[in-house]
């Protein structure tokens, strides 16, 4: 399968111990409004991961277990370089809790369980990504209620400092190449994570890390690139952009084009047919001049 990400070469900062490459991470957190809550996780290495035996799961309120919490067995392949989307699983509201945007479950690789389950987080819950029971990485600090969330300013709960982990989306920096494995003795989100505003989506699908993971360059994302109706159960969608585009092609999950355009001497936009297409994800790679391309995910619903 063709590799979608950027690679960036940076150096990599932790602050607890982690691995360099070699195992899968969490790359992106979204805590939004009511059950829009997602988790992505991230294969740095050079080959396909298969899920049998990974779960994610959460410590609720300080729990030390995540009995209380939930936890959700993963399921799937995830390929070398690329991103795996967990989102809330709710499709109804039932009394006061509301069902999850069909907007982002639509980018959903896989939807999480019933209540109690890992997306159910609300701020101030531990998340884990483990394997067999060993701990592979951890968003904020197991056995810690730090109020309603962890912030920015020591000693990073709500007692001081900006709300970070809730009524936020948290994106790994490029720079971090492996999971938290040791639980911290304090938890400062500042460190490997860029916060977003609350119900930001648009990253989700796609993760930018410094791992030299074969033909993980072949798309910088260096060019913004916007597609719409996204998600859209329409038969097309139109493509913007401020680059002259060159060609735009459509992959379904396992790598194969399945659309294909050219562009025109001056073409800034371009409309794309999908009559053809299933209903589900595609990866849409758009090609600049002097190489640059750029990846955006696309749901036919």
Aim: charge should be negative; proline fraction near 5%; hydrophobic fraction near 35%.
């Amino acid at each position: 399968m063709k590799k979608l990400l950027l690679s960036v070469f940076a150096l990599a900062i932790y602050s607890a111990s982690s691995a360099q490459c070699n195992e899968l991470f969490i790359s992106e957190y979204v805590d939004g409004t009511g059950n829009d809550k997602a988790l992505e996780i991230f294969n740095p290495t050079p080959n396909p991961i298969n899920l049998t035996g990974y779960s994610l799961n959460r410590y609720s309120n300080g729990a030390t277990t995540f009995t209380a919490g939930g936890t959700l067995n993963l399921t799937g392949t995830i390929a070398s370089g690329q991103a795996f989307v967990i989102v809330n699983g709710q499709t109804v509201t039932s009394g006061t809790s509301p069902a999850c945007s069909p907007a982002l479950q639509a980018l959903a690789d896989l939807l999480d369980g019933v209540y109690p389950a890992p997306t159910y987080m609300n701020g101030d819950d531990a998340i884990t990504l483990e394997k067999a029971g060993l701990k592979l990485d951890i968003i904020g600090k197991i056995g810690e209620d730090p109020g309603a969330s962890w912030t920015d300013v020591f000693p990073f709960n709500d007692a001081a400092g900006a709300y970070w982990t809730k009524d936020h989306t948290l994106q790994r920096k490029a720079s971090v190449t492996g999971g938290v494995t040791t639980n911290p003795t304090a938890f400062d989100p500042t460190i490997q994570w860029d916060s977003l505003p609350e119900n930001t989506w648009t990253g989700l699908g796609s993760h930018a890390c410094s791992c030299p993971t074969a033909g993980i360059n072949e798309v910088d994302n260096s060019i913004s690139v916007i597609v719409y109706p996204n998600p859209s159960n329409l038969d097309y969608f139109n493509i913007s952009t401020s680059e002259v585009i060159i060609t735009a092609q459509v992959f379904n999950t396992i790598g194969q084009e399945v659309v294909a355009k050219q562009g025109n001497k001056n073409d800034k936009a371009m409309m794309i047919e999908t009559t053809e297409l299933s209903k589900g994800v595609y990866f849409v790679k758009v090609s600049f001049e002097k190489g640059k391309s750029t990846v955006v995910k696309y749901s036919k619903q």
